[in-house]
C-alpha cells in the first residue's frame, strides 16, 4: 500500500459510513486544503470557514470517488470549486487562472500565504519548521536516513530496506522512533496555539 | 392503511351479494379502489394511450411479508421493465440495463392519506354508470374538478374488489388527456403474513424540523403527505388532493431538470430558485406545475 | 468532542497504537490492523491528533507550503458533519445507477420478459388460485378521442434516455404509490414509451397561458 491505496482505503470506510475515516483524511489535508482556498480567500477566519466547507461538501460527495485519480486531485478540485463559489456568493469574480495541482504543490506562496495568516500564527508556523528541522538533524544517523528516505524521497519501506541493508521490520521501527522525536519537540508548540 | 385491513375489506366484498356492494357512495368506492390497489395481488396486460401512442404494458403486483413486489414490462415501443422490489428499491431498465434507481421511501406522515375525504371538497364525484372491462363488471366513478387547476377523472371499478379496471384523466375542459384500461386481468387475494406496507426507511431519514420551503401557489386541497430529507439537505415534499399527488423536489443547486417535461398527465417542471433548484412533479396540467414551481421559495 | 487534543500528554496511548499509525501515515500497515486502528479513533481522540501533527511534521521537511490551520479545524468540520446523512454509495435519487447485482438479475428476468408477458411474479406467489378472466374485448363508454391537436411522431425505440430525467419520475412515481391514484398506476409513466416531447412545451397548449409573475 503507498500513500494513494491509504487514501482509498479510507474513502471506502467513509463510503462504509465511518466518520472516523474520514476524519483521519480532514486532518491529513487540512493544511493543503486551507492554503488553496487562501488563494482565493484572503481573510483568514473566512478562509477557516471556506475550508471547513469544502470538506463537509467533499463528505456529501464522497459517493461518487471512484477512485480512478488520487483522492488529492478530487479533493482539490471539491476545494477550489468550493472557494471559487464563495467568491461568486460575495459578487467577486474568482480568477480566470487555475493553477495545476502540481504546480500549487511546489508553489513558493509564503508570501501571499504570510499576507492571511496573523503574525502571532506566523510566527509559530515558523518555529514548528524550525522544530522539525532542529528535530531531525539531532536524530542519529539511521534514524535519520530511515525518515529522510520516507518522506522527503518518497521510499517505499522496501525500498528503505534495500537501501539500508536491514529488515523492514526495522525500517518500520526507525522511521516511528524518528516520528516520536520529531513529535516531542512539536506538540508543547502547537499546545500553545490554543484557541483563543 | 395496512394490509390486513386491505384484505379483510376484500373478503367482506366477495363473501356474498349481502356484503358485495357498499352504498354508491363515490368516495366510499374510491376508498375501497385504494384498498384493492394496494391490498391485491394481481397480474394483467393493460393498453396505455398517451399523448398520440397506444402502448401496452404488463404489470405482476405480489405482496410478500417485506411489502409488495412489482414488476411492469412495456410490451410496446422502447423496452423498459420496472421493478419494485419488497425491501423499496425500485428501479427502471431499458433493455436490460439500469438506467435509475431510488431507494426505499420514507414518510414522516404515514397515516395521512388515510384520512382523503377531502377529495369532495375539489371533485364533483358521480357515478356515471356501469361498463365491463377486461371480463369484469364495473362501476364507472366520475370525478370532475371543481376548478381548472386539476384534471378530471373517469375510473371503472370492479364492482366485486374495487380494483382499478380502467381510467381515463382529462383536463377540466373535457378533453381526455390518458386512457388506461386492462384488457385482461387476474385478481387474487393476497397470502397470510404478508403486507402491503414497505418496511419503514431509518429513522435518520425523518426530518425534525419542519421544511423551509413553502410553494404559496399549491392549489387548494392539497395537503403535504409526506416529506423526506436526503444527505444533502435535498428534500422531498408529497402532496396529495385525495386523487392527485404532485411532488417538489429542492435540491443544492446546479444541474436537474429545467424546463417542462411530460409523460401522459404527469407534468414536470425544473428551475433555479434562491440558491437551489427546484422540480415539481406531479398529476396536474402544465400551468398548474409552472404555477407551484415559480411559486416555491424559502419560508421565513 | 471539545478536548484540546494537543494538551492530552500522548504517553497515554498505547505505544503500539502510536506505532500503527505511524506505519499507516506511510500506507504499510495491513489491512486487518487497519480496520482495528480506525475502531480505536473514536475512543482515542489523542490519536486522530497524533496523526495530524504526523502529516504536520511531513509537510514540514517535504518544504511544502503548509498552513497551520486552527487546533480546532477537525473538530469543527466534525461537528458540521454531525447533521449529515451517512454518505451513500450513490444519490439513490437522481444518479442513475449500474449496480451490477440489479442489472444482472433484471437483466435475466427481462430476457424471458420481452417475447411474451411473463407468467411468473418473480418470488411471489402464482396466480393460480383465482380463475381467469381473459378476454380481448375492450369496450369503454368513452371513444378514444385525439389526446391533442399535435401530432406526435413515435420516439424511435433507439433514442437517447435521460437518466436523471427517468430518476426524476421514478421516484416520485415511488412517493405517489401510496397516494390514492397510486399501486401501478404511477409506474405506467416511468414504463411508457416516451413521446418524442420536445424540451419545453408551450403552455398555450390546452389552458389559459400561465399568468405572468
Known sequence: MGENEVDHALVKRVQGGERGAFDLLVRKYQHKVIGIISRYVHDWAESQDVAQEAFVRAYRAIGNFRGDSAFYTWLYKIATNTAKNWLVSQGRRPPTDDVQVDDAEHLQAAGRLRDSSTPEREMVRQEIEAAVTAAVEALPEELKLAITLREVDGLSYEEIAESMSCPIGTVRSRIFRAREAIDLRIRPLLSDTEAE | MSASRGVLFVLLAIAGPAFAQPAQDPAALLERMVQALQGLEYEGTFVYVHEGRVDAVHVTRTLGPNGPMERLVSLSGDRREVLREPGGLRCLTRGGTVVASAGAQASTLPDRLANMAQWREHYRMSIAGTDRVAGYEATVVDAAPLDSLRYGYRLWLDRATGMLLASMVREASGAPVEQLAFTQLRLQQAPDGATSAAPAAASSAQPTTPSRWRAAAMPAGFTLVSRVQAEDDAEHLLYSDGLASVSIYVEPSGGGLLGASRRGAVNAFGRAAEGAHVVVIGDLPATTVVQIAESVSRGD | ?213
Do not use: K
Open chain 3, 1 to 213: 468532542m471539545s478536548i484540546d487534543p494537543n494538551s492530552i500528554d500522548s504517553s497515554s496511548i498505547d505505544f503500539n497504537l502510536r506505532e500503527q499509525l505511524s506505519a499507516l501515515a506511510d500506507g504499510e500497515l495491513g489491512p486487518d490492523q487497519t480496520r482495528f486502528l480506525l475502531r480505536r479513533l473514536d475512543a482515542e481522540p489523542e490519536l486522530a491528533a497524533c496523526w495530524q501533527r504526523y502529516h504536520l511534521a511531513r509537510a514540514c521537511l517535504r518544504r511544502e507550503p503548509a498552513l497551520l490551520p486552527d487546533p480546532s479545524f477537525a473538530a469543527a468540520v466534525s461537528a458540521r458533519l454531525v447533521d449529515q446523512q451517512r454518505p451513500a454509495a450513490s444519490r439513490s435519487w437522481l444518479r442513475s445507477a449500474a449496480g451490477g447485482a440489479i442489472a444482472a438479475g433484471v437483466a435475466a428476468a427481462a430476457l424471458f420478459a420481452i417475447a411474451t408477458p411473463p407468467q411468473d411474479a418473480g418470488s411471489g406467489p402464482q396466480l393460480s388460485s383465482v380463475a381467469p378472466v381473459r378476454t380481448n374485448d375492450l369496450e369503454l363508454r368513452q371513444p378514444v378521442q385525439r389526446v391533442s391537436d399535435r401530432v406526435w411522431a413515435p420516439l424511435p425505440v433507439s433514442a437517447p434516455i435521460d437518466p436523471q430525467l427517468e430518476g426524476y419520475f421514478l421516484r416520485h412515481s415511488g412517493a405517489a404509490a401510496s397516494a390514492p391514484r397510486g399501486g401501478f398506476v404511477p409506474y405506467v409513466y416511468v414504463v411508457a414509451t416516451p413521446a418524442s416531447v420536445p424540451a419545453q412545451i408551450p403552455l398555450g397548449d390546452s389552458a389559459a397561458s400561465p399568468p405572468s409573475r
